[in-house]
């Protein structure tokens, strides 16, 4: 098994899993920083106040408030991404730890509100700036290529209050704004750039827990807040290859696999629609810069009414991303008959795969899956690929000797690693590797940091106890020894 020379292997993470020092340095609120902890069995919260009194709703990714809704902390409850690992100033020990790794790319997103407070500030808080800057040459010093997401569920809160969640067109103002003090900022720095984090999960969530929404309503809300993303999405493309013509800059599309549960002609075609509805019309949207032809039948079924412009149109068109980058993590199946046994877990619903074996958490175990979307997807798009997340959430306990053995997490990364390098041998052009959580970070379905994917374990707790002390587990050498290798040693 051959990885290709110069293959990017490191590791992701997100700014508000990560970050902390929520209010620090002149950094504005986030939506993720009225979002509560939850757990396995308990949804994240987000807090507001709606005609003055305090209200809690379960938070989705890619959602927003209630309308007339206004973010608010609530002094009762508990916000782990407020402090989460806090690399804000741990960030030298953490690039050290990847660096002794052996990282050649380290994804990582910026934090809107650190570079505009509220989001529509004339000019951009230079002190979060300064922040990223001396991160990436951090990262530059040990010769780590930084892959920075620009939007990562980390929307200012003014913002999303005021347009209720990307339903206004001043939104894709505001964000290409803030994209091209990015690209100017860090030119020279930083070369790979994801538009959005996982564009697709306003659409996932409408599926999501076996529960198919049916207010029409909220279809409408989610199909006009991925126009409004599309078209700011294409104008950050063609913007960043004017400000930088070496600029890469790619999609980034939450990749859930489904298979039809049998082999009734019905069974077949729910999972085409899944497949488009969930994964391609966002992917043709940003790779081919057009809608595609289903699209009009996914609108019709939900009564969906776009503002779009033949402006929308061409600047789709003329802002295709370079590379279709993508999560991974496990896969679903789909069926129009009842089941019995069903998978039930974080963002996993629905009948389960008597084939594989599942996570405490809910997730499928599907390597052949990771070789089958990269095989789909590279054949229909042509463009070169990423795997920017995947990973293994679990329990790790420390031993008796002091150390974290998660061989569990060696032999889950290893059997997609292998996965990989079978799609590489079969034509497909991909040119990196981020797994997600390379550090313990908090949870971004469940708020747990109980919830462990990384390499490097953080002495924290679901409570935001703990010295927040770092300490490789057993996977770190084992990576090390893989990236060393560039990919041949998996032992």
């Known amino acids: 098994m051959t990885f290709p020379k110069n293959f990017l292997w490191g590791g992701a993470t997100a700014a508000n899993q990560i970050e902390g020092a929520y209010d620090v340095d002149g950094k504005g609120l986030s939506v993720t920083d009225i979002t509560t902890a ?50 804000y100033h741990h960030y030298k020990e953490d690039i050290k730890l990847f660096a002794d790794m052996g990282f050649k790319t380290f994804r990582l997103s910026i934090a809107w509100t650190r570079i505009f407070p509220k989001g529509d500030e004339a000019e951009p808080n230079q002190k979060g700036l300064d922040f990223y800057r001396r991160v990436f040459e951090e990262c530059k010093k040990y010769g780590i290529e930084p892959l920075v997401t620009i939007s990562h569920y980390e929307d200012p809160l003014y913002l999303s209050e005021k347009y209720n969640d990307w339903q206004d067109r001043a939104m894709i103002d505001m964000y290409v704004k803030y994209a091209k003090v990015l690209f100017k900022e860090y030119k020279g720095l930083v070369k790979y750039w994801l538009t959005f984090n996982e564009i ?126 993508f999560s991974y993590y496990m896969s679903n199946v789909v069926t129009t008959h009842e089941v019995q046994d069903k998978a039930s877990g974080n963002f996993a619903a629905g009948a389960k795969n008597p084939y594989l074996n599942y996570s405490e958490w809910g997730w499928s175990t599907d390597p052949t899956g990771l070789q089958y979307y990269l095989e789909v997807m590279y054949d229909r798009y042509e463009i070169p690929m990423m795997v920017v997340e995947n990973g293994l959430g ?78 490789p587990k057993d996977s770190f050498y084992w990576y090390q020894k893989v990236i060393k290798s560039n990919g041949a040693d998996l032992a």
């Open 38 to 87: 939850g757990s396995l069995t308990a949804p994240r919260m987000l807090t507001y106040k709606l005609n003055g009194k305090l209200e809690k709703t379960p938070a989705m990714p890619g959602a927003g408030l209630p309308e007339g809704a206004v973010g608010a902390i609530d002094p009762n409850s508990y916000y782990p991404n407020h402090v989460a690992i806090d690399f």
């Open 200 to 325: 697709n999960s306003s659409l996932l969530m409408l599926n999501a827990f076996g529960n198919k929404v049916t207010d029409d309503k909220v279809y409408q809300h989610a199909y006009q807040k991925l126009h409004y993303q599309f078209v700011a999405s294409a104008r950050a493309v063609k913007l960043a290859h004017e400000i930088d013509p070496n600029y890469v800059v790619g999609n980034m599309i939450c990749g859930v696999v489904d298979y039809p549960l049998t082999p009734d002609p019905k069974d077949i075609l729910l999972n085409r629609h899944m497949w488009e509805e969930d994964l391609l019309y966002c992917g043709d949207a940003q790779c081919k810069g057009k809608y595609p032809t289903f699209a009009k039948r996914l609108w019709a079924e939900h009564d969906v009414h776009l503002d779009i412009t033949e402006q929308d149109k061409q600047d789709m068109l003329d802002g295709k991303v370079d590379m279709y980058t």
């Open 394 to 471: 679990a329990v790790d306990k420390i031993g008796e000797d002091g150390k974290i053995h998660d061989d569990y997490r060696i032999d889950y990364l290893r059997q997609h690693i292998e996965a990989m390098g079978k799609a590489i041998a079969d034509g497909v052009d991909l040119i990196g590797y981020t797994t997600w959580g390379c550090i313990d970070l908090v949870s971004a379905g469940t708020g747990q940091m109980s919830k462990r994917y990384g390499f490097i374990y953080v002495d924290r707790d679901d409570e935001g106890k703990g010295t927040l002390a770092r300490m």
